[in-house]
């Protein structure tokens, strides 16, 4: 076995060069038609279709919305966006646990992007094979649900290392899951120092208004920026 | 992205071969001695640890039992499963999603596991990766929780159908998450016409005697072949 780990460690350093080269170009392409990309990552169940659908509804009167969502099979959760009433397309990824920018850049193919103010990436539920893959985006999310325990910060560090915020989601299950929320904290806090963190419930709207705030803000910043 | 493709195939191709030689070496070592293995997968936060350690507890009255536990980083898992008493050891993957039957050899070495009625080995937190791998286990169970939705075995089919059994786990919080258990078996059975489910919650303990008699009989039942 450890005589394979070289020639599959170059191949892959050589994979993930090429995802970088075409990130590159993927955010060179937003930042000037200026579409605000965010990317959303975690483990499967977490909530990631159900946040999106409200953050689509929730954006939608104010701004031009979309979003692409990774999965290996299925177009569930495209069917489960389009209720936002928002331009959703499905990648399905096969056996891969994870998007790629290539994936990203074939889907937007023949798709008139240009106007969107913001364009939303659901990537494949796995707290793993995600962290290694730049997919243009602005920002990355990493959610934790409640139901899964406050320890998976400390267990998946490069997930969380990779993303620039986390969000706890389905707050409302707290106290069903006796979830200790200090302890959670302190260990995003203890991967990554000062990481941004929000806690929500999609199904409550509890802590919605600030997330979508944030969201907003992060745009305006960023457009501030690039015209100076 | 394309070119590399059929490079990378051939090199995890090669790295899939070398890991099925290393597991009929396992799975005859555990043979020849009477010890009979089974896998956990799942998705993180599906509760793989807190099952285990009760099966740990309840079989530990009758049979020899110990545990390998994959992680990423940390030994948290090794750590609670040691509460149950039973003899635990922790492999750490580093960055890599799954465990592969060379860590398993590994984390065996100098381990005298020949009394052994029951080896445990959790993988990684993962519904991806881990399936491709086999690891010498007699049974592999493919655990579903309430909070990740019923419809995960549609959009994980690969580590659905690689696996033996499914469980769903967390039962005590079905009713807080409106989790529908017969769409969920539906989808199970979808996937794998005929597949096995035990229905559990670690918690209550509703559903554990019965899962408990099944491991017991499947030995027995594997053990009575082999007589033959």
Redesign the interface.
Known sequence: ??S?QP??LE??K??LK??DI?ARVLRERFRAQGTFVVSLVS???TGKTTLLENILCLLRGQFRVAALVG????E?DAARLARSQAPVKQITTG???HL?A?MVQNALEGWDTGPLDFLFIEN??????PSSYDLGENLRFVLL?V???E??P?????IFNSADVAVIT?LD?AA??EFNIPIALANIQAVRPGMKVFQVSAKSGAGMAEFIHFLSEQRSALRSAVAI
Do not use: W
Request: proline share 4%; aromatic share 2%; charged share 20%.
């Open positions: 076995m450890s394979m020639r599959l191949v892959r050589n994979v090429q995802n075409m483990s499967p169940g999965d290996l099979a299925t569930n056996t891969l646990c790629e290539a494949v539920g796995n707290l793993v094979c649900s139901t899964e325990g320890d998976k400390l267990k998946y560090p490069t389905k299950l069903a899951t």
